[in-house]
């Protein structure tokens, strides 16, 4: 089975250009997240899907960043206009959180797109 | 800002012998996660230990859990250069259940 796909793997671009990041995530998971990580750093949650709805956006910034998953499937990360701090590897994740069960969904994370800004 | 942080930052072994990994957190958790990270690939999940249990076993790894010091570790007995990656610890809380990384140990297994 395929694990969570994502494309491009690297991107370089000037700054103040748009950037958009697509992800796939495993078949059948119905919730997908879009992580931050920094070079050193742990990767930081941008926003989680459950499904086609943004249950936790909080540090995605929304005067330069959006996100969709309007089928709730795969999504995209936009960025709009790119600043020189934004770049850093953005990960997709995804996790089949079921009802009723335990807390623990195991997230299972794509290899990610490496962001250059210039 | 990030809540865990590990211990040490990086930990340069030879072969054979066993490394430890420490992790902090700062609020109460369900959980607390170990992950590993190659060069240029994605976060792979090892285990989980929940809030309850204070220690847990897979292959050469073993995590205890501390929650009365917030703190775990990752042991990974006889190593092996394939084992050379960062590792970080996520706590999992909240309602949401999100997952909080901390900055990593990078794991260097000398052949």
């Known amino acids: 089975e395929a694990g969570v796909v994502q494309s491009p793997r690297y991107k370089i671009i000037e700054k103040k250009q748009p950037v958009a990041f697509w992800c796939n995530p495993i078949?059948?998971?119905?919730?997908l997240y879009w992580y931050l990580q920094n070079l050193g750093q742990g990767p930081e949650l941008l926003i989680r899907y459950e499904n086609e709805e943004a249950v936790d956006d909080s540090q995605l910034p929304k005067d330069r960043f959006s996100a969709e998953r309007l089928k709730g499937v795969d999504s995209t990360l936009k960025i709009q206009p790119a600043e020189l701090g934004d770049s850093a590897v953005y990960l997709c994740?995804?996790?089949?959180?079921?009802?009723?069960?335990?807390?623990?969904?195991?997230?299972?994370f794509g290899p990610g797109t490496r962001l250059t800004v210039l | 800002s990030q809540q865990g942080e590990e211990d040490p930052q990086a930990l340069s072994i030879q072969e054979g012998e066993n490394a430890t990994m420490n992790c902090s957190y700062k609020t109460s958790i369900n959980n607390l996660q170990w992950y590993r990270q190659n060069s240029g690939r994605g976060l792979v999940h090892l285990i989980l230990?929940?809030?309850?249990?204070r220690e847990k076993h897979s292959g050469r790894l073993r995590v205890t859990l501390d929650t009365s010091k917030k703190s775990s570790s990752l042991l990974i007995t006889a190593s092996r250069a394939a084992d050379t990656a960062s590792y970080f610890c996520?706590?999992?809380?909240?309602?949401?259940?999100?997952?909080?990384f901390g900055k990593g140990t990078l794991l260097t297994v000398n052949p």
């Open positions: 230990i929940r809030s309850n249990e």
């Open positions: 994740a995804s996790s089949l959180d079921l009802l009723g069960q335990d807390s623990y969904n195991e997230q299972f």
């Open positions: 078949s059948g998971h119905n919730t």
């Open positions: 996520a706590n999992s809380g909240g309602s949401n259940y999100k997952l909080t």
